[in-house]
């Protein structure tokens, strides 16, 4: 009875010890990888890499987009913008540029007691011209419905301008924007913008010519077009 128990501790031991001998083995050979030892031998970490590269250019482009939208603030009137800017890529995430705006504001209504609504004529930003510089920061793609993925990037801009009145001289605007690029094909994309330009205005300068702080939001749709139309897939970072 003795030899039989002795032989099936042995036979329940070997495999233990067997797979505790293939555990060692597979340590060793992922600290061997890790410390450099063999020269095909890599981490995981290694073989795959945790961010694909870009595959859409800026650097070294100009970018045209003309575009439209509409104020969000102004409590006299509802303003059309007309906007154009041109920029130019140094880097894939920065650039520099210069946009302009141009509003059209019908006459504004403003509403009185016991009595018809009267038309008011307002001073107000007729157009607007600013150079700025934009920051890039972040870059990465969409799936939609899991058919179609959009590339796209998220940027920040900062300028100085000028706002041109329509009863009052031109006065000095800094400007401040947020926006998103979605990526069509190497030559086109669609652009998102927020923007808020500060500036003085007197809103009744026939009555009072003081000037008060005015905070002018505006949110518009544009298409952009890069030039050079094509760029190298190198040069992205991404795998051909």
Same mark, same amino acid.
């Given at each position: ?7 099936? *501790?042995?036979?329940?031991?070997l495999? =233990? ?10 340590q060793e050979?992922? $600290?061997g ?5 063999? %020269? ?8 795959? %890499? ?14 045209l987009s %003309? ?7 102004? !409590? ?13 890529? =140094?880097?894939?995430?920065?650039? *520099? ?12 209504? *403003?509403? =009185? ?18 150079l ?11 799936? $939609?419905?899991?058919e ?14 000028? =706002? ?8 000095l605007?800094g400007?401040?924007?947020i926006?998103?690029?979605? /990526? ?13 330009q ?6 009744? !300068?026939?009555k009072?010519?003081?000037?008060e702080?005015?905070? /002018?939001?505006?949110?518009t749709l544009?298409?952009?077009f890069?030039l050079?139309?094509? /760029?190298?897939?190198e040069?992205?970072g991404?795998? %051909?």
């Open positions: 009875m003795m030899p039989k128990i002795i032989l099936l *501790i042995l036979s329940l031991a495999p =233990v010890n067997a797979w505790a001998a293939e555990d060692e083995a597979v050979e992922d $600290l990888a890790r410390a450099g030892a063999g %020269p095909e031998r890599k981490t995981l970490a290694e073989r795959i %890499p945790a961010v694909t590269g870009r595959v859409f250019a800026k650097s070294g482009r100009l970018e %003309p575009g439209f939208g509409l104020s969000l603030n102004d !409590p006299f009137y509802d303003h059309i913008v007309a906007s154009g800017a041109v920029a130019y890529h =140094v880097t894939e995430w920065l650039w *520099i540029g210069g946009s302009a705006d141009f509003y059209i504001s019908p006459s504004s209504t *403003i509403a =009185v007691a016991n009595r018809d609504p009267e038309q008011f004529d307002y001073n107000r930003p007729v157009y607007t011209a600013r700025e510089v934009g920051w890039s920061p972040i870059y990465g793609k969409l799936s $939609l419905l899991a179609q993925v959009f590339h796209f990037d998220t940027y920040v801009s900062a300028g100085v301008g000028v =706002v041109g009145p329509s009863e009052t001289d031109a006065t605007a400007t401040f924007a926006g998103e690029h979605f /990526f069509i094909n190497e030559w086109m994309a669609f652009k998102l913008e927020l923007r808020d500060i500036f003085g205005l007197a809103r009744a !300068p026939a009072n010519k003081d000037k702080l005015q905070n /002018f939001l505006s949110a544009g298409v952009c890069y050079p139309p094509t /760029f190298e897939v040069a992205a991404a795998n %051909p």
